[in-house]
């Protein structure tokens, strides 16, 4: 039912800066919860953050708290990772999920989107 299209992703150096979207196709965005997660080569898909279906709720991995910021346009039904501070460990494909507040299944993702941080 929702489909989701991430972009903004791409090559650059530590540091460095990017901004991720996540275009959802469903009409009723606004009443899912959308989270970004991401997978390095070899490695397992991991939680980066959560919002809540108002955007007044934000949870991050330790990992990148501090440094990504994630935020939610419901009249647009897009979402967005703002990435500061890149490392080359946050190299991975970045995906977009979502899933209703009462789920207990990200039941939806995007194709994903590549980041990769240069030393």
């Known amino acids: 039912q929702v489909q989701l299209v991430e972009s903004g992703g791409g090559l650059v150096r530590t540091g460095g800066s990017l901004r991720l979207s996540c275009a959802a196709s469903?009409?009723?965005?606004?009443?899912?919860?959308m989270a970004w997660f991401r997978q390095a080569t070899g490695k397992e898909r991991e939680f980066v953050a959560t919002i809540s279906v108002d955007g007044g709720i934000t949870t991050y991995a330790d990992s990148v708290k501090g440094r990504f910021i994630i935020s939610r346009d419901n009249a647009k039904k897009t979402m967005y990772l703002q990435m500061n501070s890149l490392k080359p460990d946050d190299t991975a494909v970045y995906y977009c999920a979502a899933r209703l507040p009462i789920g207990l299944q990200w039941n939806y993702w995007g194709q994903g989107t590549q980041v990769t941080v240069s030393s």
């Open positions: 469903e009409r009723t965005f606004s009443s899912y919860r």
